[in-house]
Every structure is written in structure tokens, then in C-alpha cells.
């Protein structure tokens, strides 16, 4: 069945993104994205900066990645219902970025709003159980000391945050994306929006002449 839902994703890849990706500047990209998706919002502006750890303590930033598009989701993973559904959606995407020759160039970063709760033992499970590959997705916590660094980087990228007194949070759910050079470029908004759609963008993003000249000036 995966090997099928594969084929399907490569033959709509080849079929969408030669036309789009490589055909057309960055900004008729977008043009057509508002035109055909109504749950994006794109923008430039500088990506909220983050200092976090994997599943084993090592530190990653925000910056590490340069040079890179980076695909950010925040959930935890208690969560019983959308934040389980968010993740299938990545990994869908994923699977779709991941038989392009985009797979290198593009990192996907889960961030959890429970600290506290999500462990180094649920950090390395979760991943595998939700269709993640770990080859380009990485999944970050602040560590239960700072409970409420990664609730308050989920605020600097837009979202209303609320802890309830019974263990479940509320936040918006947003896929962020960020550019090779660290800029915050678009959010697409719940679970409906087309994975072709931010998959096109994706493209554009990696394969933007005038963005890669940018990276490279001192």
C-alpha cells in the first residue's frame, strides 16, 4: 500500500512540478498559489530563531540549517486528535519531497509544546509510529527543565497558546515554511490545504537563483 501511495505521489510530481517549480519565477509561484489555495498566507520576513535538542541532547538551532528549506510544525505528543492527523499530513508531504531530488535540501522540524512530557524515549518513538523518516525530519523540545521555551517560540511563529487544567493544549495548526537563508516565507493553515501546493512552493523555494545568490553574499 505505501509502495502504492509512492507511485502516486511520483507521478503527480512529475507531472506538477516540472510545469511550476522550474518554469516560473518564485513570485509567479505564489501568484498561482493564492489564485488555486485558500489555506496559505505567504510573506518574507525573518524566521523567529530557536535553540532546542534532539532526542539526544544535542543542540539544534534554527541557523544549522541554512541553506536548507525547513518545513515546521509545532504539536505534542499526547495530543488525541489533531495533533496526530498534523503528523500524518508531514509525513505525507515528506514522502513526496523525499523521492525528489529535493530530498537533501529540504529538513522538516517538529517542535513539541509539552517539554515536560515528551521525553527522549517518545521523541525517538514518535517519528516511526506517524510515517516519519528521520533521514530529513528531526523532532526538538527545549527539555522538561524549560518547560515553557518551545510554548513560547510557538507564540513567536503566530499562535494563541493555551494549556487547560487537564494536560491538553490548544494552539493553531500551521505548517511554517522557512528559506535557505532563514526567512519565515509562508504558513499553510490546518489540514485541507493541497500537499501538491506546499510541495510546488517547496520547489520554487529550493530552486529560487536570486535567493541562492543571496545566501552567498557576505
Not at 509561484?29 to 496559505?40: A, F, G, N, T
Request: glycine content about 6%; aromatic content about 12%; proline content about 5%.
Amino acid at each position: 500500500m505505501k509502495f502504492c501511495r509512492r507511485i502516486i505521489c511520483f507521478v503527480q510530481l512529475t507531472l506538477f512540478l516540472p510545469s511550476l517549480g522550474y518554469a516560473h519565477s518564485l513570485k509567479n509561484v505564489e501568484d498561482q498559489l493564492y489564485e488555486k489555495e485558500q489555506y496559505v498566507q505567504v510573506f518574507d520576513k525573518k524566521a523567529p530563531d530557536f535553540d532546542l535538542e534532539n532526542s539526544d541532547g544535542y543542540p539544534i538551532k534554527l541557523t544549522g540549517f541554512r541553506g536548507k528549506v525547513v518545513i515546521l510544525n509545532f504539536i505534542y505528543a499526547r495530543c488525541p486528535d489533531v495533533c496526530p492527523l498534523h503528523s500524518e499530513k508531514i509525513a505525507e508531504i515528506q514522502q513526496m519531497v523525499n523521492i525528489t531530488p529535493m530530498r537533501d535540501q529540504v529538513e522538516f522540524v517538529t517542535v513539541t509544546t509539552d517539554p515536560k512530557n515528551d521525553t527522549a524515549d517518545v521523541l525517538r518513538t514518535y517519528g516511526k509510529a506517524h510515517g516519519l523518516d528521520s533521514l530529513n525530519w528531526k523532532f526538538l523540545t527545549s527539555g522538561p527543565d524549560s518547560p515553557l521555551t518551545t510554548r513560547d517560540l510557538v507564540k513567536k511563529f503566530g499562535h494563541k497558546f493555551m494549556a487547560t487544567e487537564d494536560g491538553y493544549q490548544v494552539h493553531s495548526v500551521v505548517t511554517h515554511i522557512i528559506d535557505r537563508e532563514g526567512n519565515w516565507r509562508a504558513n499553510f493553515f490546518g489540514l485541507k490545504f493541497q500537499s501538491t501546493s506546499l510541495v510546488m512552493y517547496v520547489n520554487a523555494l529550493v530552486n529560487d537563483v536570486h535567493g541562492a545568490d543571496r545566501a552567498r553574499m557576505p
